[in-house]
């Protein structure tokens, strides 16, 4: 059973260029939560999602950063005009039900680099 | 929201000692708490989880208690090897409309000195 995929592994952009992020949950996990980790800090929640629709985005700016999960295919998050700041490891995690207490696995991130 | 602070930042200790990494939530409604250990470069991986109903759970040389009275919960780790040399995150989960999203600390970068 493959674990959580994310591709690409490592993302160089210039500043203003767009950045698209891809996940692909374990199999039979249909919830999809995205993280982002700024050098030497701990993970900070973005926003979940399942089969098409975003459920919790409460950790995501408002704007230029945007994610999907279509019904076919992966999540994608996308990062509009990036901006050094945008600089980190985005890790995606899944699980297979919702749920206060369901375990999540991580992917094993995008390390997103803004020149 | 949820709030977890996590102690100490960093710690040593030598080959065969324990070690001992402490958090607070502030968030009563939390009812799931998993320590991820993550090496440089690496995913964060689950190590071991407790839910709310339970004080302590144990697994070889690792356990954790949770004190929801107090909010909070403490990873031990024993006879501890050069291999657990990691950054170590709590976690509490966001009970909020059917999200579980999880809301985690700060890290504790451990050091096993052979």
């Known amino acids: 059973n493959a674990g959580v995929m994310q591709n690409p592994r490592h993302l160089v952009r210039r500043r203003g260029q767009e950045a698209r992020l891809r996940c692909s949950p374990m199999k039979g996990h249909s919830h999809v939560y995205w993280y982002r980790q700024l050098p030497e800090e701990g993970l900070k929640f973005m926003v979940y999602?399942?089969?098409?629709?975003?459920?919790?985005e409460s950790g995501m700016p408002k704007e230029r950063f945007s994610a999907e999960f279509p019904k076919e295919g992966p999540s994608i998050l996308r990062i509009q005009q990036v901006v050094r700041g945008d600089s980190a490891a985005y890790f995606c995690?899944?699980?297979?039900?919702?749920?206060?207490?369901?375990?999540?696995?991580f992917g094993p991130g995008t390390r997103l680099l803004v020149l | 929201g949820e709030n977890v602070e996590q102690h100490p930042s960093t710690l040593s200790v030598q080959e065969g000692d324990s070690a001992v990494i402490k958090c607070t939530y502030s968030?009563?409604?939390?009812?799931?708490f998993p320590w991820y250990k993550q090496e440089l470069g690496k995913r964060p991986q689950l190590i071991i989880d407790i839910r709310s109903n339970v004080g302590e759970k144990k697994d070889q040389r690792i356990a954790v208690t949770l004190n929801k009275t107090a909010k909070h919960f403490s990873l031990h780790i024993t006879e501890t090897q050069p291999e657990d040399s990691a950054v170590y995150f709590c976690?509490?989960?966001?009970?909020?409309?059917?999200?579980?999203?999880?809301?985690f600390g700060t890290g504790t970068r451990l050091t096993v000195i052979p």
């Open positions: 968030d009563s409604a939390s009812n799931y």
């Open positions: 976690a509490a989960s966001g009970v909020r409309t059917g999200a579980n999203n999880l809301f």
């Open positions: 999602l399942q089969k098409e629709n975003i459920i919790d």
């Open positions: 995690a899944s699980s297979p039900r919702a749920g206060g207490s369901e375990t999540q696995y």
